[in-house]
């Protein structure tokens, strides 16, 4: 199995600056996609931004140029820096791998516990 532990979640006033790690462990034989999502209340989980091992991006349009996602491959770490915050971002982020618990077993979507967010205005 695969853990995926996030940090760096917190509470910020509109216009600072935040940023996520996610450090997976476990029994992991290849990890493809790594990303964050997030969840509002009252809201659907919504895609944020993901990398792929490849180091290809990919953003909600609601937060490029505003946030950057990263990755450190022999660590196996992702990273969201996330500026210019809003209140609208507010939510619980959750970071998200597309992994291979060992060669002979396909990926499949593994899920951090979340961590918090919070802008105010």
């Known amino acids: 199995q695969v853990q995926l532990v996030e940090s760096g979640g917190g509470s910020v006033q509109a216009g600072g600056s935040l940023r996520l790690s996610c450090s997976a462990s476990g029994s992991i034989f290849r990890i493809n996609s790594m990303g964050w999502y997030r969840q509002a209340p009252g809201k659907q989980r919504e895609l944020v931004a993901t990398?792929?091992?490849?180091?290809?991006?990919n953003y909600a349009d609601s937060v490029k140029g505003r946030f950057t996602v990263s990755r450190d491959n022999a660590k196996k770490i992702v990273y969201l820096q996330m500026n210019s915050l809003n209140p609208e971002d507010t939510a619980v982020y959750y970071c998200?791998?597309?992994?291979?618990?060992?060669?002979?077993?396909?990926?499949?979507?593994?899920w951090g516990q979340g961590t918090q967010v919070t802008v105010s205005s």
């Open positions: 990398i792929t091992d490849g180091g290809v991006t």
């Open positions: 998200n791998a597309q992994a291979q618990s060992s060669r002979t077993v396909f990926p499949r979507g593994y």
